[in-house]
């Protein structure tokens, strides 16, 4: 079997200290933020590495399903505002991927902005890579939850995180 990835980004107007704190494991805010989408996180561990996290996703496309990832954070470096996580179970793909890490990483792009740059490697257990399309919409789903921390941000600039 042959391990693929794909790499995606999107600009976001909050400054990459702000987002990163906003979007870390340890933060409560992703349930306010992304209202809606994300139903609750839990967190086994202080947030670091070896830390399980479990998020339930709300999927409005099917009737407002509840569907849950679990993930394990397998390398954090907070100064480089970069996690890697291993999908342990869940998510739609759960059943054709034998193994998926997920990257992000928040970089500082001028004043009051910053940019998100995500990496997703896996490997399917047939061997095949993605559809493009599929890709697409893994990445969307990824970076839709940045553009709601985004939005939750702007529109609450005295919120602490």
């Given at each position: 079997m042959v391990a693929c990835s794909f790499t995606d980004e999107c600009a976001v107007a909050v400054p990459a200290e702000r987002l990163w704190k906003a979007m870390s494991v340890k933060s409560?805010?992703?349930?306010?933020?992304?209202?809606g989408y994300i139903d609750a996180v839990e967190v086994e561990g202080d947030g670091g590495i070896g830390s399980i996290t479990t998020v339930k996703f709300i999927n409005p496309a099917v009737g407002g399903e509840v569907m849950t990832v679990k993930t394990r954070v397998v390398a954090l470096d907070d100064a480089a505002r970069v996690i890697r996580s291993e999908v342990l179970e869940g998510g739609k793909l759960s059943a054709g991927i034998k193994s998926q890490v997920n990257e992000l990483k928040v970089e500082a792009a001028g004043e009051g902005a910053s940019v998100v740059k995500i990496k997703v490697e896996y490997e399917r257990l047939d061997g095949a890579a993605l559809?493009?399309?599929?890709?697409?919409?893994?990445?969307?789903?990824?970076?839709?939850?940045?553009?709601?921390?985004?939005?939750?941000?702007?529109?609450?600039?005295?919120?602490?995180?």
């Open positions: 409560s805010l992703l349930p306010k933020a992304c209202a559809s493009p399309e599929h890709q697409a919409k893994m990445a969307q789903s990824m970076l839709g939850a940045v553009k709601k921390v985004e939005a939750y941000l702007a529109a609450n600039p005295d919120e602490v995180v």
